[in-house]
């Protein structure tokens, strides 16, 4: 299929590209490169540098290219920032995303997959975590990715749009041959932080908080390898060929690591201490949060290739290793 693959130089869309040129599909890239990376996306790969939201662009390319199906990874995922400055969040993740789906729809494509998140739940009244449990983010992130979720229900059942949605955990790791990983500015995420603060590159890792109620009062979460996420995002296209035919899917491993778990695995892999600060708890952090996927091993044959961290922590090694300062590297 021609997959127009949005935000396509992203940590996430970058290696579901890789996936989708193994598959026989042909991607195509749109992304603003306020975030992404163009080096993130090989060079053969058609590129486009502009909005989601702007439908001129979006609609020459639809046109143009002969675009079936749209893969949107292009989101602001910054919890913390979310909070502090709601408008960014809302504007790009809701407003422009509605743009993106007008012109879809004005062009003809009906085919759409959607990266959300485990945030849309907020705090879970379950563990493991399965699609059916109530969605009630605590953050404008998770709603907005929440609200978008809600608009594809409603344009599956009024105009017929087939769509599947994954609501990631905790992505993490990076391409096995070292060659993308992730690169994010400000870096949040607690592995490649943890990395970073092993090799003396960063100061000591802060450990957002000791006291919530889990084996070691570190917060706990479910780490999925970024090249597992994207084989999901494949294995949906046949079912997509149903005119409104609708999908939701929790993609993580299954098993939650805590805070202290991944430090101990980061220093396994890597062979270096890494020097950590007790801190206070991060706010809108929930104790935590891991997947029964379940529905995705039956319905789509999907099961994680990487099923632990160390497995994961040793791709994100590779990476940092070969990538000292990221694409710049
Ligand atoms: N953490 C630390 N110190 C750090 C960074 C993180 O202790 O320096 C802890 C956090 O408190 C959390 C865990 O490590 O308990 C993981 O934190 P990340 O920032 O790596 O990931 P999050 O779980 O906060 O965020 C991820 C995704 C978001 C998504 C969210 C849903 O990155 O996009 O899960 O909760 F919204």
């Known amino acids: 299929m021609n997959v127009l693959v949005v935000g396509g130089a992203g940590y996430i869309g970058s290696h579901c590209i890789r996936q989708l040129v193994a598959a026989g599909h042909r991607p195509v890239v749109l992304d603003n490169l306020v975030y ?26 639809l046109q143009h290219e002969k675009i079936e ?66 969605q009630r983010p605590i953050n404008p992130y998770g709603q907005t990715k929440l609200d978008v979720e809600n608009v594809l229900k409603a344009l599956a059942t009024a105009h017929g749009l087939s769509f599947a949605v994954f609501r ?83 993609l993580g491993t299954g098993r939650p690591f805590s805070v202290r778990e991944i430090i101990g695995a980061v220093e396994r892999i890597t062979g270096h201490k890494v020097p950590v600060i007790e801190a206070p708890r991060r706010a809108g952090d929930p104790p935590a949060l891991y997947a029964d996927s379940a529905k995705a091993r039956r319905d789509l044959g999907w099961s994680p290739k990487f099923g632990d961290a160390e497995s994961i922590i040793a791709t994100a090694w590779k990476w940092h290793q070969t990538h000292p300062r990221g694409f710049a590297s």
């Open 36 to 61: 992404g990376h163009r080096a993130a996306v090989a060079a053969d790969i058609p590129f486009y540098e502009g909005n989601l939201g702007d439908p001129a662009t979006v609609g020459r390319i």
């Open 69 to 134: 199906l749209v893969m949107h990874f292009a989101a602001f995922c910054y919890v913390g920032e979310s909070v502090t400055a709601p408008m960014k969040y809302y504007e790009n993740n809701l407003v422009a995303t509605l743009r993106l789906l007008a012109t879809m729809q004005l062009h003809g494509v009906s085919k759409f997959v959607f990266s959300s998140t485990c945030a849309t739940f907020g705090v879970p009244d379950r563990l493991p975590m399965t699609e059916d449990l109530p």
């Open 168 to 250: 990631y955990f905790n992505a993490a790791g990076a391409a096995e041959d070292g060659t993308i990983g992730e690169d994010h500015d400000p870096e949040t995420h607690l592995i490649p932080l943890a990395i970073d603060a092993a090799l003396g590159r960063r100061p000591p890792l802060q450990i957002f908080g000791t006291d919530y109620p889990t084996p070691d009062g570190t917060c706990q979460r479910d780490y999925v390898h970024v090249d597992d996420l994207s084989r999901a995002h494949i294995a949906i296209f046949d079912r997509l060929a149903t005119p409104g035919a609708q999908f939701f899917y929790n």
